[in-house]
């Protein structure tokens, strides 16, 4: 069996400490997790971050900038992934839906990006999605994909394109056929996410049929699916992620209590299949960072 790696995604913008006190919200909790989850098998991070006094996500650069110092005081090969997702909501109001309602969050995409231009991580992400996302929708235009795909790569980052359903990877072969992305696309395929991909093998199998080939990927679920779908990934020829973003429960009636908890069972699921885990170093090579 081919080496595959793993991501651990250590918190998003959904899940809150009502649904699982152990979830990671200030810099600190955040820098001890990943560095945890290095240590348990992941060869990269995947970082969003909160504001440690209300819990609420957070695009403060200077919070981005704490978790990556800590982590680099302690660990130079851990690979850092963090998100641009942030940005990109928007709540119409009952009344009038041009008006941007409370939970609006739009922004123009060089501000998605400030934390990626000031700390230069090795990857960032790039959603390509235009959906419903719970009660609000999510809104990437093509115009604002290009421009944070060049502002990410014009710092030398490698940009992580996030898949949810298959007019993102219509919209990627769209911009790879204008030579957006300067290597080899770095994909993820999301399936779990509601009114997206389902997940499920023949969903993986499909949006892995339409990628542009050569590409580098992963597959990932949510909630209940989200170790069902390591195993699917790793079994169709993809890499692997989880963590706290995706799922706050280790198993059935069992919180998780650490994304290294989460990435300690994904590694012995793998073991069993007879995947082995890239490290770090494995890892940088097989993406090209």
Known sequence: MQPVFLTCALVGNFSTRAQNENLPITPQELATQALEAAKAGAAIVHVHVRDPATGMPSMEVALYREVVDRIRQENDDLIINLTTGNGGRFDPSPDNPVVPGPRTNLLPPDARVEHILALKPDIATLDL????FGGEVVINTLPSIRRMAELIQS????PEIELFDSGDISILNQLMSENAFDHTPLCSIVTGV?????PLPET??????LLPKPAIWTGFGTGAQAFPMVAQSALLGGNVRIGMEDAVWLGKGEKAPSNAAMVLKASRLLEDLGFPLMSPAQARAAIGL
């Open 204 to 209: 993986l199998i499909y949006a892995r049929n």
């Open 155 to 158: 710092v030398g980052v490698r």
């Open 129 to 132: 999605n235009t959906m419903v």
């Open 194 to 198: 509601k009114h997206g991909f389902v």
